[in-house]
């Protein structure tokens, strides 16, 4: 992010007197808090598991020393035996002393040797050293990993064997007589390989590697097989002291042949230990190494077909949750598993994945990695047998995620499916929390039961409506169900990349207001108030509540809504609260803060005003109603701009209901539905508002639209085809009078009414209503057409986009926007991602045809949209793709946010939104929150989303801070971020290189060659899109022209020359151009809608959620705002209900354009 300071330039000192005379002294009374973030991890334990055991970077130095220590430690014993002389053992007596030089007798062992050894005092001081290091990590390990079991650390075998190796060391220090006792120093090759395993996760974990479990499982097999050699060696040697006083050389020979089975019998143990020994080493190699090789030898198989059973003492002890799919792609295993384990608390789950289909090799390799292979188990089952929903233990998870197949060409089926799994699951496990995805919106009503369900059509046809509206919206919901902190970009040099990245961490959170700093202190205080201060100080955005008697979450109530200490608080913030510090900044001089005095009609002491407003200087003016004809934020007065700074009036603690009903929401006298327009009289169409008489499917919820008097008769619904009550053939016949929104879907889906009821709904201003063209494949049944044909100016048209006349037709040249639907019978595909290449082909080609036109894409696969308005020679996108893979390979789950059309809202797949039903499950109410900002439920005094755009009247803003304090002071609209286009500074691209016309000539006329150079300059310095590249076919055409054609004289010459010089100055751009002119005049359509407009590659856009409150605003910024309903505050007269609702309605035609 950049410095705060930057953005907002301190005010001179000369104005800092001036508003000192004049009472503003909101710059000394600074009450803005710094807040840190993620407090829940700097206590100590947790910043020492932090280092020891979470951080995969610091934990790998940390096993990477703990191996080196083990191999010291291996190392001096080496030493220790090559130094040590048995015969001069410490527990060998005089008498005894020339035991060496005697013969063994089996009926007698000498036991010295064995249990006495000569170490030297340095030696022993290293060895002392190491051990002390040992296990003073291992006990710090112990404590950082204890959950309450103590017997379940003691007894494992690496504790056990550190203790072996380490007490007697210490145990020596405090008695020196047992400093030559010997210890089994060499056991700690075990602890050596149980660190090298430790440290190849980590390792995993810390580079992101998915491909070396080959390798993983090749290095554990060396390193067992290394580590029975070694003991054998070392523990043949050492018995042996008493026996043949065998070397390691001899011992190693001996432990060669014997475990090749060859077997020379040279050498051979003479005392029964040693032989002992061999007969347990042979048997432990017996059993392990063939074990190992098979794992080695039968990696590409899968571990079990049936997968296995999650034992009962793992659910009765550790939580786990059940992923139930009928088939598991890698994309979504990954998009669950980093989504689901992104949220700390979840660390510790098992994911346990029941599926009916065998594992796939990208899933098994996946699932191999040491990331994975601890915490995600794959069960092959049916979720409808009970026996395997045993074996998962349904009845004991935490959770059971239910996902449909979208990829399935019968996606009814694939829902008729998923129905009866959540079925299986609530009978066999009535407890157990369902989190369900629906494809099909008629289907949802079966899985009513469920904890969450997600329909996805419903998702995706809202999120496609709100995007013409309100810019980039599917890109702002994803960015907002996305767990991230914030980090990408921050390393890239450009600054709209870090902004963009650092904003893209903004979460929803909820906390109680009694129990939270950030809200406690506006108990009592209004809504509005209540989240303007708090962004004011602590940069969060409060977006809605919840009553403790009601499950209804409101976003913006409004400034008449009271804060109470038991609401439950909705705010949008880089992390929650819980995780958060704060730090007082330092206070300036508060002198005169013990004056009170009440100032205007705001009935508030003039100390609280000031303090209210911060840096932003204010005038206290009066409150009163304003002008109907005047824009909502009213520019300064003249005198303001040229005395002191522009002034917005204060947020007040408790609205002033005499003034919100004369004004503000309800005070305009533009519009009256009783009093219908001159337009609507002289085109005969007057709306009504209500509720939808006709649903397509049960379970939609009920939506205040705009609505016709009379249903419009089937015939009149079709756009190309004229009937017995209007004679029109295609759109631009009709006259609409705002721009179009075609949608190109496939078929009119059940779904495809989620898209109408957004643009129709009642706060939707109705001068700005898009007329909306459905572009279908095949025509559409009755019973959508029933439900469609109360809207106003909704129309259908059977066509493709394949079609250019199809195009034409419905009316393209005069779009706002262009939705392209993915089509369900190109889903499914032999190869995955080419399920999406007819669409990009499609869309493509529109871009091309038509530069200008907004074009809103769905794709099956996100990772496709790097092909969306594809050019192969454009290096700024090649260096987002650069930037991209950096990004992944750093473990970014948003790696795709810096691709322009994605950051623009132009590209956008329902998979984004998986996360949401993933997310859910730590936040339950996120749900429940799109759907309230996408319009698919609307709750009473619940607002809705919508946008304004920054106009040069409105800059005299200049902050987002400031922009806040207008809006919530005024209107009541609570901002939740911005949408920012910028200039892009492109480098040399294909559409911009113009060759000259001299390199393909082979004769011309200097003063022609002069004049083609300076126009060549003069295009390349003013403006290049009006000169683009010459196209090299039509060069060589004429070259190969002048050449074949004899020269001639006069008229032919002079023509010739002409026709050449036309095909040099004929551009790519201007030939498509020509062609849909002569398609339209082909079709009898006028070319006058036609603007042969430049594209938009020169910029690019991308969203700030909740950006800083001293972030400038600049020209075209569109602000996402969050709008009160204006049905809280109409009264309950019929008339002053029928008159402030209207004039609610015309003050929203307003605010959509400008301030």
């Known amino acids: 992010m950049v410095d705060l300071e930057s953005e907002v330039p301190p005010l001179p000192p000369r104005y800092r007197f001036r508003d000192l005379l004049l009472g503003d002294q909101g710059w000394q009374n600074d009450d803005r808090v710094q807040v840190e973030f993620y407090m829940n991890e700097n206590t100590f334990k947790e910043r020492l598991k932090l280092f020891f055991i979470k951080n995969q970077r610091s934990s790998l130095r940390i096993r990477l020393f703990n191996f080196s220590l083990k191999l010291l430690s291996c190392l001096l014993y080496i030493i220790r035996v090559l130094l040590d002389d048995p015969t001069q053992g410490h527990g060998c007596k005089e008498l005894n002393r020339g035991c060496s030089s005697q013969n063994y007798t089996p009926a007698k062992i000498d036991w010295s040797p064995i249990i006495w050894v000569n170490r030297s005092l340095p030696l022993w001081g290293l060895q002392v050293s190491v051990a002390l290091i040992s296990l003073f990590e291992t006990m710090l390990l112990g404590y950082l990993s204890y959950k309450g079991n103590i017997w379940e650390q003691v007894l494992r075998i690496p504790f056990l064997l550190e203790i072996i190796n380490a007490v007697p060391f210490i145990i020596t220090i405090f008695w020196p007589a047992l400093r030559n006792l010997f210890i089994p120093v060499f056991l700690n090759c075990w602890l050596a390989k149980h660190a090298l395993e430790n440290m190849i996760n980590d390792l995993h974990r810390a580079i992101q590697r998915t491909q070396s479990a080959m390798f993983n499982q090749v290095l554990i097999l060396i390193s067992t097989l290394l580590c029975l050699i070694f003991t054998c060696i070392c523990g043949i040697q050492h018995l042996e002291r008493a026996g043949n006083k065998l070397t390691l050389f001899d011992s190693l020979y001996f432990c060669i042949v014997t475990f090749s089975t060859v077997g020379f019998g040279d050498v051979t143990p003479k005392i029964w230990p040693s032989k002992l020994l061999v007969v347990i080493m042979i048997c432990v190699a017996l059993v392990v190494l063939p074990i190992q090789f098979e794992q080695l030898a039968y990696l590409w198989m899968e571990r079990q077909k049936s997968g296995g059973n999650y034992s009962r003492h793992r659910a009765q002890t550790e939580k786990h949750v059940v992923l139930c799919v009928s088939s598991l792609k890698i994309d979504l295993l990954m998009d669950f598993l980093n989504e689901f384990y992104a949220h700390p608390r979840l660390q510790d789950y098992y994911v346990v994945i029941l599926c009916p289909t065998e594992m796939d090799a990208q899933v098994r390799r996946v699932l191999q990695i040491p990331m994975w292979s601890q915490r995600v188990i794959y069960l092959q089952g049916s979720v409808l047998k009970d026996q395997d929903l045993l074996r998962a233990k349904m009845d004991d998870a935490e959770a059971c995620f239910i996902l449909s197949s979208r990829c399935e060409v019968d996606r009814t089926a694939a829902d008729h499916q998923t129905i009866l799994r959540a079925w299986a699951v609530k009978d066999f496990a009535p407890k157990c929390p369902l989190y369900v995805q629906i494809l099909k919106p008629e289907n949802k009503f079966h899985i009513k039961f469920a904890d969450h369900v997600v329909c996805e059509e419903e998702f995706k046809y809202a999120m496609l409506a709100l995007n013409c509206i309100c810019p980039a919206t599917s890109t702002l919901i994803t960015l ?145 109603c304003r002008s109907s004809s005047g824009p909502t934020l009213t520019l300064p007065s003249e005198g303001s701009k040229n005395g002191r700074r522009s002034s917005i009036a204060p947020v007040l603690e408790v609205a002033d209901s005499s003034s919100l009903q004369a004004c503000d929401l309800l005070s305009d006298q533009s519009e009256d539905e009783t009093t219908p327009s001159d337009d609507d009289i002289s085109t005969g169409l007057e709306y009504a508002k209500g509720y939808p008489p006709y649903s397509p499917y049960i379970g939609s919820s009920p939506t205040f639209c705009h609505l016709l008097h009379e249903k419009v008769p089937f015939c009149c619904l079709r756009l190309d085809k004229g009937c017995q009550h209007n004679y029109y053939e295609d759109a631009k016949a009709y006259g609409f009078k705002n721009k179009l929104i075609i949608v190109a879907a496939e078929t009119a889906g059940n779904g495809l009414y989620n898209f109408i009821v957004p643009l129709r709904a009642y706060y939707r201003p109705k001068k700005e209503l898009n007329p909306i063209v459905l572009l279908l494949d095949n025509p559409p049944d009755m019973h959508f057409l029933d439900a469609i044909c109360w809207f106003p100016m909704v129309y259908y048209m059977v066509g493709s986009i394949d079609n250019l006349d199809d195009l034409l037709r419905c009316g393209v040249t005069f779009a706002a926007n262009m939705v392209v639907v993915d089509k369900e019978s190109t889903m499914s595909a032999e190869e995955d991602y080419m399920a999406d290449a007819k669409t990009i082909v499609n869309v493509q080609t529109l871009f091309r045809l038509f530069s200008s036109l907004s074009i809103i894409t769905e794709l099956t696969h996100p990772a496709n949209m790097r092909f969306m308005q594809f050019r192969a020679k454009d290096c700024y996108s090649l260096a987002l793709s650069k930037l991209e893979k950096k990004e992944r390979e750093k473990g970014s789950n948003l790696a795709f946010m810096f691709r322009l059309p994605f950051a623009a809202g132009r590209v956008f797949s329902i998979s984004m939104l998986d996360t949401l039903l993933y997310q859910s499950f730590v936040k339950d109410y996120m749900i429940s929150i799109t759907r309230l900002l996408l319009g698919l439920d609307t709750t009473p005094g619940s607002g809705f989303l919508c946008s304004m755009k920054i106009t040069e009247d409105d800059l005299w803003i200049r902050t987002y801070a400031r922009l806040y304090q207008k809006l919530c002071s005024s209107t009541g609209d609570i901002p939740i971020g911005i949408y920012r286009t910028e200039s892009q500074k492109l480098t040399t691209s294909e559409s911009q290189i113009s060759i000259s016309v001299e390199e393909w000539e082979d004769t011309k006329d200097t003063k022609e060659q002069i004049n083609n150079r300076n126009n060549h300059r003069n295009s390349t310095s003013s403006d290049q899109s009006d000169h683009p590249l010459l196209r090299r076919k039509s060069m060589q055409w004429a070259r190969r022209l002048s050449r074949k054609v004899p020269k001639h004289s006069g008229k032919t010459a002079e023509k010739i020359s002409q026709q050449r010089m036309s095909l040099y100055k004929r551009s790519e751009r201007q030939e498509l151009a020509e062609l849909v002119k002569n398609r339209m005049k082909h079709l009898g359509l006028s070319t006058a809608g036609y603007d042969e407009m430049n594209d938009h590659q020169n910029t690019l856009s991308y969203i700030l959620i909740n950006p800083s409150p001293d972030t400038r605003l600049e020209l075209n910024d569109v602000v996402y705002l969050i709008r009160p309903d204006p049905l809280a505050y109409v009264p309950n007269t019929a008339s002053s209900r029928k008159n402030s609702f209207c004039n609610t309605v015309g003050q929203d035609a307003r605010e959509e354009t400008q301030l």
Not at 504 to 526: C, M, P, Q, R, W
Not at 570 to 587: G, L, M, P, V
Request: one cysteine or more.
């Open 480 to 624: 907002l169900v996305h767990t991230s902190r914030g980090q990408e970009g921050q390393q890239s040099p450009e600054q709209w990349q870090k902004m963009y990245g650092r904003c893209s961490g903004n979460e929803v959170y909820h906390i109680n207001l009694e129990d939270s700093t950030f809200f406690a202190e506006y108990e009592g205080k209004s809504f509005t108030y209540a989240s303007f201060h708090a962004h004011k100080k602590f940069g969060v955005c409060l977006i809605g509540v919840r009553r403790e008697d009601n499950k209804n979450i409101l976003l913006n109530p409004g400034p008449r809504y009271i804060m109470s200490s038991t609401d439950v608080c909705f705010y949008i913030n880089i992390t929650k609260e819980e995780n958060s510090a704060f730090k007082k900044q330092e206070q300036h001089r508060k002198n005169n803060e013990s004056k009170s005095y009440y100032h205007g009609p705001s009935r508030l002491p003039l100390h609280s005003v000031i303090a209210s407003m911060g840096t932003v200087a204010i005038d206290l003016q009066d409150t009163g």
